[in-house]
């Protein structure tokens, strides 16, 4: 499950605005409306010569595409935001958008363009090292592993997963959670180990340090 999201202030007053009642729809369920005011926001940013908030706003159309289930139009937005943030130096931003674009590409099933994708996302996660790059990461490498039919990397790599979310004192959303191991495919790794094996696995990643954690991403 992802940990990351843009928290940083955007400048203008109504750009700020759109972008986030932009994500509150986007999170709340209605993408439609999410996604005409992350529009407008894109579109007033790069009005004003902003490509630090355009980047941000791009950002949030991809969140809303994939809410909606055009792969490609995600595909597209993360790859537009990610490449202006390598254009201003964040790489930290592009690292965590490289991993929804993977996460976008395991959902459309191209999964050799995801596997190439991710051998990036954890050379960048390896050399940034931030928590909540490794909780995508580990994230994302989860899901191209149960979609491999990988499952004791991927159940391994979730134990990576939720060790790494424990160490932030952070909890996990019960209903958000379920719906991610559903829509990862985690179920049907759990069924395919059976529960021992399950908790073996869990168990190991919990002790796994990220470089050893990344040997597993196929």
Not at 20 to 38: F, Q, T, V
Not at 155 to 163: D, E, K, R
Not at 164 to 176: Q, V
């Amino acid at each position: 499950m992802w940990g990351w999201t843009c928290t940083a202030p955007l400048g203008s007053p109504r750009r700020r605005v759109l972008y986030y009642l932009a994500h509150e729809w986007c999170y709340s369920g209605d993408p439609e409306a999410a996604d005409a005011l992350a529009e407008q926001a894109a579109l007033l940013a790069e009005k004003l010569n902003d490509p630090l908030r355009r980047g941000w706003c791009i950002h949030a159309q991809g969140l809303v595409a994939r809410l909606r289930g055009q792969l490609g139009k995600a595909i597209e937005r993360f790859t537009a935001s990610r490449d202006l943030a390598h254009a201003r130096g964040d790489e930290v931003f592009a690292a965590n958008t490289e991993t929804e674009i993977a996460d976008c590409l395991i959902c459309a099933g191209r999964l050799d363009e995801a596997t190439q994708t991710m051998r990036r996302v954890a050379a960048d996660a390896l050399r940034i090292s931030l928590s909540m790059l490794t909780i995508n990461t580990t994230a994302t490498g989860v899901h191209l592993c149960a979609a491999l039919g990988a499952a004791e990397p991927a159940a391994t790599l979730l134990g990576v997963h939720l060790a790494y979310w424990a160490r932030l004192g952070s909890d996990l959303d019960p209903d958000l959670e379920e719906e991610w191991e559903r829509r990862t495919g985690l179920i049907n790794v759990r069924d395919a180990l059976g529960e021992q094996k399950w908790e073996q696995a869990l168990h190991v990643g919990s002790t796994l340090t990220l470089e050893e954690a990344l040997t597993l991403l196929p």
